[in-house]
């Protein structure tokens, strides 16, 4: 077994396979054999995995920070890593990281994260009017028990 310091995650893509084609008539999704589709079965596994960089592991964020342009953002809590970080993905069907910054490299193992908009009435550069009170974007990628949009006053940073 590894050393803990040898432990690293990986920002995966994990890409769901798509139906041969679609019945003409009904819509219906079918495989190559004329069989309904059904991405969970034994013939579409394993779905293919792209690693998209080193680093993020446990928990996550996904947020469109901004709606404007082609890419879509992944704040992670770097247990492993201890930092967080921030990657914009191109979106397409072969995603990339386009940009990746630090935010925090001295939080030691993080293990979760809620982004929110701390600024109500804020004005995106798009002109879009942001929240009017304080709210959840995302609340990351454990069992959701607060939901986009719930509101809050108070903020306990541990």
């Known amino acids: 077994m590894p050393g803990r310091d040898q432990e690293i995650g990986e920002l995966v893509f994990i890409e ?5 084609r679609y019945d003409e008539e009904s819509g219906t999704p079918l ?23 080193k680093g993020p592991d446990v928990m996550f964020n996904v947020a469109d920070l901004d709606p404007t342009d082609d890419s879509v953002e992944v704040i992670a809590s770097q247990f492993f890593g201890q930092k ?5 993905i191109q979106k397409g069907p072969s995603p990339k990281v386009t940009t ?7 939080c030691g193992a993080s293990f979760s994260a809620i982004l929110a908009n701390l600024y109500p009435g804020a004005v995106h550069p798009s002109g879009l ?7 959840v974007v995302d609340c990351g990628s454990t069992v959701s028990t607060l939901k986009k949009g ?9």
């Open 16 to 20: 769901r396979p798509q139906p041969f």
């Open 31 to 53: 495989d190559v054999d004329g069989t309904v589709f059904d991405p969970y079965s034994a013939r579409n596994l394993p779905w293919k995995t792209t690693v998209l960089d």
């Open 84 to 88: 967080i970080t921030l990657h914009s």
């Open 100 to 106: 990746k910054r630090i935010i925090d490299d001295r």
């Open 129 to 135: 009017v942001l929240d009017n009170a304080p709210s």
């Open 150 to 158: 719930d509101t809050f006053s108070h903020v306990l940073v541990t």
